[in-house]
Each structure stands twice: as structure tokens, then as C-alpha cells.
């Protein structure tokens, strides 16, 4: 009785925790731009600058209103989203406890996972190449909601920055890329020995589209951690990602491979399906595949198939 109070609890909060996160990323969506923003946000500026003693000097005021308002010109970056169930199958409690200590407590195959990315642009055209210059942040998190303790299993944290460079040409081609991406990134998960995980990497995206296809090929050079220095041999040194627009829907893949042919071949496949919510704009249904390795930075060199289904808020 006190584990089904207890099961009744989590599933409020979570519950409350969807809602929160529906509403909150569609407050945000809408302050991105100026040009999109909704009557009442506009009559809620309006209100305030009659109520407040605002200053007179211009940079101040805008100073002010930015600081009410949060607009800081933070972006979405990579995909954000809430899967509340993401069922794998890796038996995270049979693993050697000397390597994997506290792991004889992810007893569910079933977990929530959730993913926050935003970038701030920094500056354009500064080479007057009309380049644009990003930084970006991603924290991935893996939850054991459905254990008896809801304890989080793994959380990975990925700092970058980058460059991006159109390719000025004077021929539309498809088999011409449309853009290059420069950047470094690290990333980690933030344990201590001996689950402690980590990688740099400093990249190149060719950047190809035509019509309602983007590809994106990535090559990288990587410096790993003492605890994952075999990484590329189960990741590689880049990858494939393809993404076609269907009407509204959106499918994404992505392919990672070390390129080892001679039998010792290892990599990972995903794939990723969204569409609106109703008639929203910033809120999607979302489904995701993945098989192989590296579903998270811990399971690197562990294989496995994980199926998702949840929401999300930026593609």
C-alpha cells in the first residue's frame, strides 16, 4: 500500500512536471522573436511601461526590459525534449559492480529521459564572411523514474562552440554543401572513477541541402578520457545525420560507424520521427529509435536497442 501511495505520488509530480514543461517552452518560444510575439505579451509591455518609472535614456530602458523580460537571446540548439518512457534493452543491474558501482539499483528497463540544448549567437559577419559565431550547451539526463527510488542514472553535459560558414557559389548543386560548421566541444558525464566519462572533439560539418533534405557529414578529431581512451573504436570519428521535411512531419537519422570493416565493425544507428501537437507550432509528438552503441557516454562500449516515446519542444 505505502509503494502504490508512493507510485501515485511520482506520477503526479510528473504529470505536473509535462504541463510545466508544455507551458513553459511555449512562453519561451514565443519570446525568441519580437515579430511572432502573441497580444498578450504585448499588451503585458504596454502595461508595464506605464506602470513602471521606467528611465529615460534609451539604452537603459532596453537594458530593463531585457532583464524583466529574460530575452537574452538564448536559441535552441539541438532537439529538447521529454521522454517519459524509453524502454531498453540493457540490464543496467547486472553489470560488474567493481566497474559499475550503484548500478545494482537501476533495476528498470523502463526510464525517462530528458534533454535541454540552447545557443547563443555571439557575433556575425565580424570576418565579413557572414559568418556567424555560437556557443551552445546540451545536458542530456537518464532517470530510473520507475525504480523504487526515482534515482537519476547518468547525466551528460556538453559545452561547444563553432562557426558557421555559407559556401558562396555561383552553381545550386546538391552535391555542393551549402554551408561549413568549425567548432570544438567537450563533454562528460561528471562522475568520479570509475564511471568517469569524457571526450574532446574538434570538428567539421559539410552541410548539404536540396529541396526538403538536409545532410549534414561530420568528420572530428577526438581526445578521449583515460577511462574511454577505445571510444572511436565503437563511435568513430564522426558522423551521418540526414533530415527530411514531410508536410509536417520531420524524420531524422543519424548514422556513427569507426569505419572498421575487417570484422570488428561497431557503431550506432538512430532514428527520430516528430509532428505538431494539435495546431502548435513549438510542441511535438516524438519518437525515437536507437540501436548499437554510445546511447549515452557510461554505455559507450555496451549494446543496446532502446525504444522512446515522449514530447518535444525544439527540432
Known amino acids: ?53 521606467a528611465p529615460k535614456d534609451l539604452d537603459e530602458r532596453e537594458s530593463m526590459m531585457s532583464q524583466i523580460f529574460s530575452n537574452f537571446g538564448m536559441l535552441p540548439h539541438e532537439k529538447t525534449f521529454l521522454v517519459p518512457f524509453s524502454y531498453t534493452t540493457e540490464d543496467f ?14 533495476n528498470n528497463n523502463t526510464e525517462v529521459e530528458f534533454q535541454i540544448s540552447l545557443k ?59 554551408a561549413l ?29 536540396h529541396k526538403n533534405l538536409i545532410t549534414t557529414i561530420r568528420a572530428s578529431a577526438v581526445d578521449a578520457g583515460d577511462n574511454n581512451k577505445d571510444i572511436t573504436s565503437y563511435l568513430g570519428h564522426g558522423h551521418l545525420k540526414i533530415n527530411y521535411f514531410l508536410k509536417k512531419h520531420q524524420f531524422d537519422l543519424t548514422w556513427r560507424n569507426n569505419l572498421k570493416f575487417n570484422g570488428n565493425n561497431n557503431g550506432s544507428l538512430k532514428a527520430e520521427w516528430s509532428y505538431p501537437i494539435g495546431r502548435s507550432k513549438n510542441n511535438f509528438w516524438y519518437i525515437k529509435l536507437f540501436n548499437g552503441y554510445g546511447a549515452s557516454l557510461v554505455d559507450y ?11 518535444l519542444f525544439s527540432r
Open 1 to 53: 500500500m505505502k509503494y502504490f501511495k508512493y507510485t501515485n505520488i511520482k506520477t503526479i509530480l510528473f504529470s505536473l512536471s509535462l504541463l510545466f514543461c508544455f507551458s513553459s517552452q511555449l512562453q519561451a518560444q514565443e519570446s525568441i522573436d519580437s515579430s511572432t510575439e502573441s497580444s498578450s505579451d504585448r499588451a503585458m509591455k504596454q502595461f508595464l511601461f506605464e506602470y513602471l518609472d
Open 301 to 311: 562500449n555496451h549494446h543496446q536497442s532502446r525504444i522512446s516515446f515522449g514530447f
Open 93 to 106: 543491474e547486472q553489470r560488474d559492480p567493481l566497474q559499475y558501482p550503484g548500478y545494482g539499483e537501476f
Open 181 to 209: 560548421k568549425i567548432g570544438f566541444w567537450h563533454e562528460s558525464n561528471g562522475m568520479g572513477d570509475p564511471l568517469s566519462r569524457e571526450w574532446n572533439q574538434l570538428f567539421v560539418d559539410f552541410v548539404f541541402q
Open 120 to 178: 547563443k549567437i555571439i557575433s556575425y559577419n565580424f570576418f565579413n564572411l557572414n559568418e556567424i559565431i555560437s556557443f551552445g550547451y546540451t545536458q542530456e539526463v537518464w532517470w530510473q523514474f520507475y525504480s523504487d527510488s526515482a534515482p537519476f542514472r547518468e547525466t551528460n553535459y556538453r559545452p561547444e562552440i563553432w562557426l558557421t560558414l555559407p559556401l558562396q557559389d555561383k552553381i545550386d548543386s546538391k552535391y555542393i554543401p551549402k
